[in-house]
Every structure is written in structure tokens, then in C-alpha cells.
């Protein structure tokens, strides 16, 4: 089968590109064509952030255009609306979160809803996707498949680590992103250390976005941009995972910190129960509870029994978890399956360029209207928001200013009275 991922920015390091390469590059290994379809060429600067990134043939869009695919599947939400422009048998989606939460702005949320508005075949990663794409698209396929966790990269590690001194913390996430929370739980460490919590901290980011925080006054130690096959010698240097994101699929940094014998406390996201066991294998706080987190950072550090319990389980739950070939022979076997059936959704290929005009042009027209909301008066909504500006383009174009200089005041006066008395 030739299968093609149409993605976005491959080169820098997110999970969701591990995903996708850890699929693409096992499904090479399986006899299948694979290509990872890219807006424009792309340059990959060495060392490569994961290994197999250079074997597998990528080709820019334009490329793509003039081949044909037995599967074409979006991998985020913008790749969706360039789905059409590739020839497919099966046009799909690889799903890995409910994406409209990653954006505050109306008009990006009404972008990524509609990427669930056409029973496309979904592969997605975790219970709960399953559950929302199948109430909104019964008429699609969905493949379940949860992550492997990559014994290559994440080898596990035979019992966890003795430690002597203080908690160690990790805290994980790129900074810029509001969803990550990674600002927010350097606030939560501070309050730790001013109660008195004992604990030693590291960041593990992909982008520090050039800061450099503090915690108690002692400067945190960063790991930034690691290649991902040197990521669990970082995970090993410390004893739990501190990772406060709000948003989810199913998150992999806490599975690859059980691997190497830590342990993790995270918000009660989406995703958690793929893996997760409050008081088992990690520690799972409602969002926005600090008082919480301060409080099991304070258990952590005085009572190293429990530690030692919740890491031993942690690490349990690693060895015992379904790894990426696993995963891949899954995905393999529904898409041959699929096509071994001859099932299409081809038909769908002009609905999908139909759609993908909304990426340009009405959703732009929304912003606009949008952005000028809190100047306009409270009953005129966005689609009233959209007219008047349309109405002041018009004003504002040359022939309709040709025709006011032309036209006496007083005439303009008397049919804006006229219509003001027929409209009311």
C-alpha cells in the first residue's frame, strides 16, 4: 500500500511528530510505500531530533499532486484542509486530540470542528477520541490504536534508580505554549519552596523560548532540544514528573518517565485514564488545585516509602506496556484490511476541496469581524460583524468614491433620510 502523512513542521521536536514518524518509519519497515506529504521543501538541520527522520521519502505538496495514494491521512488540523489536493482510494485523519482546545480564538475553533464534519476514516489514540468522533461521525471508520511506548528510545530500566537526598523534579514542556502550563507549574515550585518543600528542579523542553527560571532562588537546570534517544538518560536524573498541561490526547512523557523508574503528578487531563493510577503509579490533581500539588510534593519528599511504592508500580506499567511495532502491526492490519475490502471514501474529495475555502477566505472574513467586536454595539453578532465590514469595503472603493464626489450633499442627506423612514 502507499500511504502518505501530510504534516506540518517535522523538522523541530512535539510528541505528535514522534507519533507520526514512529508509525511512518515502522510502517517502511512493513513493505509499504510511505511518504510524509509537506507544505514546502524542508531542510533538516543534524543531528536529526529523531533518527529515523531522514529515511523516510518526503515530498512537498506540489509534489504530491501528481501521485496517487491508496491512503492519504491529515495528521493536525491545518493538513486537513490540503487532504483534496492529493489523490487518494481513503482519505483519512491520524487524530491525536481534540485540537480546537489548543486555540482561544473563535474563528481557529471553528476551523478544527470541521475537520470531524466528514466520515472520513479516523485512526486515533485514546478511548476517549474514539467516543466523541463516533458520536459526531458514525458513518466514518475509526481505528483504535493506543501509542507504543518506543523500547529503542525508552528502553526500561531493570528496578528504579536509589536516590539519596533531596526530591528530584522534572518539569516538561515547551514554554510558549499556554496549554502546556509550564509557566504556571515553575509558580506552583515556587510555592512548594517558600512552604518548605525540599526538592532539586530540571526542565526537559523543546523550546525554553530563551528563560531561565528560579525556583527557591536556585537556578533550575535545563535540558533543551535533546534528541529523543538521549531523553530517558534525562527522565533517569529524577524521581517525579511535574507536568500541568490542560490540554491532552494521550500523553507520552509521564509513560516514558515511568519507564525509567520515576514516578509523575499531572492534572486530571484527557487521556490519563489510558495509563494513569492515582495512588498506584502516579499522583492526579483536578486542575487548578496548587494547594494540592504543594501537598504531594511535601508527601514525595518526607515520606520516601510512598515514593518508592508509586515508582515501582510506574515502572511496572511501563514494562508491561504495548510498544510502537505493536502499535504499527495494528494500524497495518486495519488499513490492510480496509483495502483488502476495497473500501473508498474518494467520493469526498471534492466536498474536502469545497471545505478547504473556508481555510482562506470566510473564516478570515470572521476574524476580521471579530476583531473590531468590542467597538460594535452588543446585539450585532459576527455575522452582522462580517456584512459591515464588507459594507465598508464597498464604501471605500473607488467607483462608489467617484460617485460620492459627484453627488451633492443635500441628495445624500435626503435619501438617507428617506431610508431611514422606510427601514423603521
Given at each position: 500500500?502507499?500511504?502518505?502523512?501530510?504534516?506540518?513542521?517535522?523538522?523541530?521536536?512535539?510528541?505528535?511528530?514522534?507519533?507520526i514518524?514512529?508509525?511512518?518509519?515502522?510502517?517502511?519497515?512493513?513493505?509499504?510505500?510511505?511518504?510524509?506529504?509537506?507544505?514546502?521543501?524542508?531542510?533538516?538541520?543534524?543531528?536529526?531530533?529523531?533518527?529515523?527522520?531522514?529515511?523516510?521519502?518526503?515530498?512537498?505538496?506540489?509534489?504530491?499532486?501528481?501521485?496517487?495514494?491508496?491512503?492519504?491521512?491529515?495528521?493536525?488540523?491545518?493538513?486537513?484542509?490540503?487532504?483534496?489536493?492529493?489523490?487518494?482510494?481513503?482519505?483519512?485523519?491520524?487524530?491525536?486530540?481534540?485540537?480546537?482546545?489548543?486555540?482561544?480564538?473563535?474563528?481557529?475553533?471553528?476551523?478544527?470542528?470541521?475537520?470531524?464534519?466528514?466520515?472520513?476514516?479516523?485512526?486515533?489514540e485514546?478511548?476517549?477520541l474514539?467516543?466523541?468522533?463516533?458520536?459526531?461521525?458514525?458513518?466514518?471508520?475509526?481505528?483504535?490504536?493506543?501509542?507504543?511506548?518506543?523500547?529503542?528510545?525508552?528502553?526500561?530500566?531493570?528496578?528504579?534508580?536509589?536516590r539519596?537526598?533531596?526530591?528530584?523534579?522534572?518539569?516538561e514542556?515547551?514554554?510558549?505554549?499556554?496549554?502546556?502550563?509550564?509557566?504556571?507549574?515553575?509558580?506552583?515550585?515556587?510555592?512548594?519552596?517558600?512552604?518548605?518543600?525540599?526538592?532539586?528542579?530540571?526542565?526537559?523542553?523543546?523550546?525554553?523560548?530563551?528563560?531561565?527560571?528560579?525556583?527557591?532562588?536556585?537556578?533550575?537546570?535545563?535540558?533543551?532540544?535533546?534528541?529523543?534517544?538521549?531523553?530517558?538518560?534525562?527522565?533517569?536524573?529524577?524521581?517525579?514528573?511535574?507536568?500541568?498541561?490542560?490540554?491532552?490526547g494521550?500523553?507520552?512523557?509521564?509513560?516514558?518517565?515511568?519507564?525509567?523508574?520515576?514516578?509523575?503528578?499531572?492534572?486530571?487531563?484527557?487521556?490519563?485514564?489510558?495509563?494513569?493510577?492515582?495512588?498506584?503509579?502516579?499522583?492526579?490533581?483536578?486542575?487548578?488545585n496548587?494547594?494540592?500539588?504543594?501537598?504531594?510534593?511535601?508527601?514525595?519528599?518526607?515520606?520516601?516509602?510512598?515514593?518508592?511504592?508509586?515508582?515501582?508500580?510506574?515502572?511496572?506499567?511501563?514494562?508491561?506496556?504495548?510498544d510502537?511495532?505493536?502499535?504499527?502491526?495494528?494500524?497495518?492490519?486495519?488499513?490492510?484490511?480496509?483495502?483488502?475490502?476495497?473500501?473508498?471514501?474518494?467520493?469526498?474529495?471534492?466536498?474536502?476541496?469545497a471545505?478547504?475555502?473556508?481555510?482562506?477566505?470566510?473564516?478570515?472574513?470572521?476574524?476580521?469581524?471579530?476583531?473590531?467586536?468590542?467597538?460594535?454595539?452588543?446585539?450585532?453578532?459576527?455575522?452582522?460583524?462580517?456584512?459591515?465590514?464588507?459594507?465598508?469595503?464597498?464604501?471605500?472603493?473607488?467607483?462608489?468614491?467617484?460617485?460620492?464626489?459627484?453627488?451633492?450633499?443635500?441628495?445624500?442627506?435626503?435619501?438617507?433620510?428617506?431610508?431611514?423612514?422606510?427601514?423603521?
Amino acid at each position: 500500500m502507499k500511504i502518505g502523512f501530510l504534516v506540518g513542521d517535522i523538522a523541530n521536536i512535539s510528541g505528535g511528530s514522534n507519533v507520526i514518524l514512529e508509525y511512518a518509519s515502522r510502517l517502511q519497515d512493513l513493505g509499504h510505500e510511505v511518504v510524509l506529504v509537506t507544505p514546502g521543501p524542508v531542510t533538516l538541520t543534524y543531528p536529526l531530533w529523531h533518527p529515523r527522520l531522514a529515511d523516510i521519502p518526503r515530498r512537498s505538496l506540489a509534489e504530491a499532486e501528481g501521485e496517487s495514494f491508496d491512503f492519504a491521512l491529515a495528521t493536525w488540523w491545518i493538513t486537513f484542509y490540503d487532504l483534496w489536493r492529493v489523490n487518494a482510494r481513503v482519505y483519512g485523519y491520524l487524530n491525536q486530540s481534540l485540537e480546537s482546545r489548543f486555540h482561544a480564538e473563535r474563528h481557529y475553533k471553528l476551523l478544527n470542528r470541521q475537520t470531524y464534519s466528514l466520515p472520513l476514516l479516523f485512526v486515533t489514540e485514546a478511548k476517549w477520541l474514539v467516543e466523541f468522533i463516533q458520536t459526531l461521525q458514525p458513518e466514518g471508520k475509526t481505528l483504535y490504536v493506543q501509542n507504543g511506548l518506543s523500547r529503542e528510545h525508552f528502553p526500561c530500566v531493570q528496578a528504579p534508580p536509589r536516590r539519596d537526598g533531596k526530591l528530584r523534579v522534572l518539569v516538561e514542556g515547551p514554554w510558549g505554549v499556554g496549554f502546556k502550563g509550564v509557566p504556571e507549574t515553575f509558580e506552583v515550585l515556587e510555592l512548594a519552596a517558600e512552604q518548605g518543600v525540599q526538592f532539586e528542579t530540571g526542565w526537559l523542553a523543546s523550546s525554553s523560548g530563551g528563560e531561565k527560571p528560579t525556583v527557591g532562588g536556585q537556578p533550575v537546570q535545563v535540558h533543551e532540544r535533546i534528541p529523543i534517544n538521549q531523553v530517558h538518560q534525562v527522565y533517569g536524573q529524577y524521581d517525579v514528573l511535574l507536568k500541568l498541561s490542560r490540554v491532552e490526547g494521550m500523553f507520552g512523557p509521564p509513560l516514558e518517565m515511568f519507564s525509567q523508574g520515576g514516578t509523575a503528578i499531572t492534572y486530571t487531563v484527557t487521556g490519563t485514564d489510558e495509563y494513569m493510577v492515582h495512588g498506584q503509579n502516579s499522583l492526579l490533581v483536578e486542575p487548578y488545585n496548587r494547594r494540592q500539588i504543594v501537598q504531594f510534593l511535601q508527601l514525595l519528599s518526607t515520606q520516601p516509602a510512598y515514593l518508592a511504592h508509586l515508582r515501582t508500580n510506574a515502572l511496572a506499567t511501563a514494562k508491561a506496556f504495548t510498544d510502537w511495532d505493536s502499535s504499527t502491526r495494528q494500524v497495518a492490519s486495519g488499513l490492510e484490511a480496509l483495502h483488502a475490502e476495497g473500501w473508498t471514501n474518494a467520493h469526498l474529495r471534492p466536498a474536502l476541496a469545497a471545505m478547504s475555502t473556508m481555510h482562506g477566505h470566510w473564516l478570515d472574513d470572521v476574524w476580521r469581524g471579530e476583531r473590531g467586536h468590542s467597538s460594535l454595539h452588543p446585539y450585532v453578532g459576527p455575522g452582522e460583524q462580517v456584512l459591515l465590514e464588507r459594507y465598508r469595503q464597498f464604501k471605500k472603493s473607488r467607483p462608489v468614491r467617484a460617485l460620492q464626489k459627484l453627488v451633492s450633499d443635500d441628495f445624500k442627506k435626503s435619501v438617507r433620510a428617506r431610508l431611514t423612514r422606510v427601514l423603521s
